[in-house]
C-alpha cells in the first residue's frame, strides 16, 4: 500500500509488498505508559521504549486523566530519543511515524498523535494513525511468522471481544462484553477484596494459591459470542460480604473467579473457533498476559489448535504493536488532521 509524504506529492510504498526494508517509528500515549519504538517490517523490533507512570497513580487507585496526561507530556521526547538512540538510526532512515489516534484517554492521545504529526512534518514523510484495539491484535506479528486468517480474543482493561481476522485488513467483531470488559471486572474484584492498583495483576498472583474450585460462581447465559461479567462481579460482591466478621479466603476467591472467567472466555472461543472452521488462533490485550487465560487458550493446542500469544511486554501497552500495526496498514488513518477519540 502507498502513502503519501505529508510534502511534495512524494507517494512511499509500506507494508509486505514495498519491495524494501520499511522502518516504522510509532508513540503510544492512549493511557498511563508514554512509549516509543522502531520496527522493521512489522515484525523485528529495534528499539521498544516504555515509560509507566503505574507508581503516579497508585496512590489515587486508578488512572487519573490529567495528571496522565501532563507526564506524557513530560516523558514523550525522552521515550523518542532514548528510541533513536537504541536503534541506532536516524530520523531520515524512518520510513513512516505512526501513533495511536483511540480509543483511549483524549488528552493523554493528543500528546503521543502531535508528536507523531510533528515529526512526519518536519522529516516529510508519512503519517499513519492507529487505532488501538487493531494495535493489540498485531502484537502478534512480532517476532514471528503468523499471518491471517485465524480467530482472536481480545482481552483488555476496556474491550473484550472475539474476532475474526481474515486478512491484515479485514476484521470483524463476532462478539463482545456487553458491560463489563474482563480488566474491568478484574479491577472491580480486586478491590472489592482491598487489593491495591493496578488489582488484576495480583490478582493473578494470588489467584495462582487458591483453590479455584472453593466457591461456585455463576457464568454468563449471553448468547452468540458475547459476554457479560457484571454478575459475577456481583455475585463476588455477596461472597464477601457473607463473610464479614470473618477472615476473608482472599486466595480461593481470586481463584474462583479467575477460574470462572477463562472458563467463559475459553467457552465461547472454542465455539467460534469451531463454528468458523478455523485452526489458528491468537490472545492479545493487558488482559492477555494473565496466567489463567493464557492457560486456558493454549491448552485448544491439544485439540489441534495453532495457538499463539505475545511475549508479555507485548501484551501490555507498547508501541512496537503500534509501528506493525502501521506496517501491516491493519484499518489504519493517513490523514494528517486525523483527530483522536475516546470510544469505539
Known sequence: ?????????????????????NYIMAIESSCDETACAIVKNGREVVANIVASQIKTHEKFGG????????????????????AFEQSGLKPEDITAFAATVGPGLVGCLLVGLNAAKTLAMIYNKPFIGVNHLNAHLCANYIDTDIKPPFMALLVS??????????????????GETIDDAVGEAYDKVARLIGLPYPGGPKLDKLAQ??????????????????????????????????????????????????ECVSKTLAK????????RG???VVIAGGVAANSEIRKKVFELEKEGFKVNAPAMKYCTDNASM????????????????????SRV
Not at 465461547?268 to 469451531?274: G, I
Open 209 to 258: 494459591l487458591g483453590n479455584p474450585n472453593a466457591f461456585e460462581l455463576p457464568i454468563s447465559k449471553v448468547g452468540g459470542y458475547d459476554f457479560s461479567f457484571s454478575g459475577l462481579k456481583t455475585a463476588v460482591l455477596r461472597l464477601v460480604k457473607s463473610f464479614e466478621g470473618k477472615e476473608l479466603p482472599v486466595n480461593d476467591i481470586c481463584a474462583s473467579f479467575q
Open 1 to 21: 500500500m502507498e502513502k503519501q509524504c505529508l510534502f511534495g506529492g512524494e507517494r512511499v510504498k509500506i507494508g509486505p509488498d514495498s519491495g524494501y526494508d
Open 268 to 275: 465461547k472461543l472454542r465455539k467460534a473457533l469451531e463454528e
Open 278 to 280: 478455523y485452526k489458528q
Open 322 to 341: 503500534v509501528a506493525s500495526c502501521a506496517y501491516f496498514n491493519t484499518n489504519t488513518f493517513d490523514d494528517i488532521d486525523v483527530e483522536v477519540f
Open 157 to 174: 482493561g476496556g474491550h473484550t471481544q472475539i474476532i475474526d481476522v481474515e486478512s491484515y485488513s479485514r476484521q470483524t467483531i463476532l
Open 63 to 82: 488512572v487519573i486523566p490529567e495528571i496522565a496526561a501532563r507526564e506524557h507530556l513530560d516523558a514523550i521526547n525522552i521515550v523518542i530519543e532514548e
